[in-house]
């Protein structure tokens, strides 16, 4: 099997299990693999957890889930050390929590408090965690997948934005369509008579051949730059446009940049392009610029929404010619 042919299988496996949430699975698998966090958004009961739980029986992989609550501690996340008196002599040993495993799921990561959210950059940014001043090193495959419910339900807090930028993508779940309703009805109906799936699970290293193979897809010149003029549009906005002056407060991070670019790749690579097209890179950016962007106040009264926003910038930043999108003089 090679890794396009893993990835593909995992793709299709996650929407038999999963109905109605095409582009939710797609997302998860770039996420995968372009080695990234996904921040989820949505009612409870849209298949948010469903989705990261059968990525995670697919793959070869650990699973851990940390329900987020208002009393978690940070501890109750990565570990702590523990106190042994052994022939007479004190002796600490870590237990490791749950962030040690292979794929998280973060539920409703926006009920817990700072304290929690902090424990957990580290281990979204670094791969590491550290307790009582020692570092311990997280998988070689470790992936977080958050969900979180609107902020404007009741028991949630609003992210910080540090750990906001920490995502790859804030990919937001809607309900699913009549048709697709109705197949999730019989699927759960089906399921009293559930017969285990015996098919072998996806190797991890079919994951990182899969990366390896990303990294390869061309980026041209003409297309690093438009990806830069995407990002300048929202950091620099009167520059573009007085329209996007007045919507715009703070715009898009370096780390925002890689993001794109990393997400462009993969998603040219899902569609068998050996190079970035600009279809590749405005097929991602909602989904990557959409917790990066902060609102003016005059926008966030306005009742406008961030995607709103991207579509302003899509429609004002040049698109490369053909000509100049490969390579040409």
Request: proline share 5%.
């Amino acid at each position: 099997m090679t890794a396009r042919e893993a990835i593909k299988e995992l793709l299709e496996r996650m929407n038999e299990k999963v109905i109605g949430q095409e582009h939710i699975v797609d997302r998860f698998i770039m996420g995968l693999l372009a080695d990234g966090n996904i921040l989820v958004e949505g009612l409870p009961g849209l298949a948010k957890t469903r989705t990261v739980r059968s990525m995670a029986e697919i793959i070869d992989s650990k699973f851990s889930r940390i329900q987020f609550t208002p009393d978690l501690a940070p501890s109750d996340v990565l570990g702590q050390e523990r106190h042994y008196e052994e022939e007479g002599k004190d002796i600490y040993r870590f237990h490791k929590g749950p962030i040690f495993g292979n794929i998280i799921l973060a539920d409703e990561i926006n009920r817990a408090q700072a304290k929690v959210q902090a424990a957990m950059l580290e281990a979204m940014e670094e791969k590491q965690v550290t307790i009582a001043g020692k570092t311990f090193k997280l998988p070689e495959l470790f992936m977080v997948l958050a969900t979180q419910n609107p902020i404007e339900q009741e028991g949630t807090y609003p992210l910080p934005e540090a750990q906001k930028d920490r995502f790859l993508m804030h990919v937001k779940i809607d309900y699913v369509n009549m048709d697709s309703e109705l197949k999730m009805i019989r699927m759960v109906q089906d399921e009293k008579h559930h017969v285990p799936d015996e098919r072998p699970k996806i190797p991890q290293a079919m994951i990182f051949e899969a990366r390896e193979e990303v990294r390869d897809i061309v980026l041209s010149e003409a297309i690093g730059k438009y990806i830069v003029d995407l990002v300048f549009s929202t950091r620099y906005p009167l520059r573009y446009s007085k329209q996007l002056e007045v919507m715009i407060s703070v715009g898009v991070s370096p780390r925002g940049s890689l993001a794109l670019t990393q997400c462009a790749q993969v998603h040219a690579w899902m569609k068998g392009h050996k190079e970035v097209t600009v279809e590749d890179v405005q097929s991602v950016i909602h989904d990557v610029f959409r917790h990066r962007i902060l609102k003016s106040e005059h926008t966030r009264f306005s009742g406008i929404q961030n995607d709103e926003i991207i579509d302003i910038i899509l429609k004002t930043v040049p698109v490369p010619s053909l000509g100049e999108e490969s390579g040409e003089e």
